[in-house]
């Protein structure tokens, strides 16, 4: 049954990136049909064609790999300087940029001269490459309010749901006391599972990241109000100094950060809460923010990346993961002992994360990735209003196939460290259960 499920999980996964390739690939057909730009093609997936249709002029198909998609658009790139599509050299850097220029015009035929994509005004270009990344933005944020707003998200309580017996600082990641421990003050002070916490030092607490940092905040005597079987007691306790994991702005845990503060000793009851529209976009900007962060910590996370792949390093939960690693977290969700709901939610959180990540991913201002073709087009834009704008002549558009030699380097890199993911994702996954 496990080996089902699992097979089950890697299937839906591929389902949904596949489904998420196109939604993406989408953005781009439809805005390029939508300003007259002629696109031959529309792939799901690179390598051999395993199916494929024509309708009108486009032809669309399903390759072999799924590790992407693309749409053909005719005329990607000017002609060069001399007005001539093709002028061969003998420099490997020239070769690119004319080999590159070449192919956006391979499929010309009559008539497309008025429906190429570099004769189209720098907004409507804008707009077409990103429309692609903008889909997967749109369904991430579709699906993410969608589980917010329905199922939910865990949320600690100030209810108890289990009493430390010791003091045991959280950096030494044991659970048994031993011998030198003292007892932890919640012990001590008689709190019991199921008590509910309702006031600190006499103050009234309704939320736990309240009434944790009361707690961390006080090392010494302090009253404890609980409500116990359907009154209220209060308990006195001695807070004890501990090693705890640190906290960020926002209240988050930290991992692997740990600072000194007051300790009661108790277990959180977490419960999981629908969140209300205001609150899931909140929620879903933060996941945003963190997302942004993840992407510009990326190059700093090699290191660890290459030692838990080719080393006996760990690979850590917030490692970043490919299309292998999140499969095989998809397998993992299906066999996570908890209810059908909690597993379809998982999942598709995991299909939001993906979607938001494919955005982030493709709007760096790189090529060839659709934040490139932006960042030329944006560029063009400039280059003719400052023209205008001092009554000089009309610059023409950006030879954007002049960039072409960087294109592959940055796609070198990237193969290189999607091979990199690979290998960790193969021999070291991250695991969630």
């Known amino acids: 049954m496990t080996i089902l499920l699992t097979v089950l999980g890697i299937a839906l996964f591929a389902v949904g990136l596949l489904f998420s390739i196109a939604w993406h690939e989408l953005g781009h057909l439809s805005t390029a049909k939508l300003f007259g730009i002629r696109v031959p093609q529309y792939m799901v997936g690179f390598g051999p064609t395993i199916w494929s249709r024509h309708k009108g002029e486009t032809e669309y198909g399903i390759k072999a790999i799924p590790a992407g998609g693309y749409i053909r658009m005719i005329g990607m790139f000017p002609p060069g300087p001399d007005g001539r599509v093709e002028a061969r050299s003998t ?52 699906i993410f309010l969608g589980v917010a707003m329905t199922f939910g998200f865990a949320k600690q309580t100030t209810e108890v749901a289990g009493v430390q017996k010791c003091v045991i600082a959280q950096s030494e990641r044991r659970e048994t006391c031993a011998a030198k421990d003292a007892v932890s003050p919640g012990q001590a002070a008689g709190l019991k599972v199921g008590d509910k916490i309702v006031a600190f030092n006499g103050e009234p607490v309704t939320t736990w990241g309240d009434l944790s940092d009361r707690i961390r905040a006080t090392i010494g005597p302090a009253t404890i109000t609980v409500h116990r079987d359907g009154e ?3 308990l006195t306790a001695n807070l004890a100094k501990n090693l705890v994991a640190a906290k960020d702005s926002d209240g988050e845990v930290i991992p692997e950060k740990f600072v000194e503060a007051g300790y009661l000793g108790f277990e959180a009851k977490t419960v999981i809460q629908p969140l209300s529209f205001g609150e899931s976009f909140v929620r879903m900007g ?15 996370k090699i290191p660890d990346l290459w030692s838990a792949a080719f080393g006996d390093g760990e690979r850590k939960a917030d490692s970043p993961v490919g299309v292998v690693g999140a499969a095989r977290i998809s397998g993992e969700v299906m066999n996570l002992d908890v209810p059908t709901e909690n597993i379809v939610a998982s999942f598709m959180m995991l299909l939001a994360m993906f979607n938001l990540s494919l955005f982030l991913f493709n709007m760096l201002p790189l090529l060839p990735l659709d934040g490139g073709h932006i960042a030329g087009a944006l560029w063009e834009s400039v280059r003719r209003n400052v023209a205008r704008l001092f009554r000089r002549p009309d610059p023409g558009p950006f030879d954007v196939a002049k960039l072409m030699p960087v294109a592959y380097v940055v ?14 994702d193969i021999v070291n996954p991250v695991k969630i259960s």
């Open 286 to 300: 933060d996941m945003i923010e963190n997302g942004v962060d993840s992407v510009v910590a990326l190059p700093g």
């Open 411 to 424: 796609a070198g890199i990237f193969i290189c460290f999607t091979l990199l993911v690979l290998v960790a």
């Open 232 to 234: 209220e007691k209060v």
């Open 91 to 142: 420099s490997p850097w020239r070769g690119m940029i004319e080999d590159a220029r070449e192919a956006s015009f391979e499929e010309l035929k009559p008539g497309d001269e008025t429906r190429l994509f570099y004769t189209r005004k720098p907004w409507k270009r804008v707009i077409v490459m990103f429309a692609g990344p903008f889909m997967n933005l749109v369904l991430a944020v579709a």
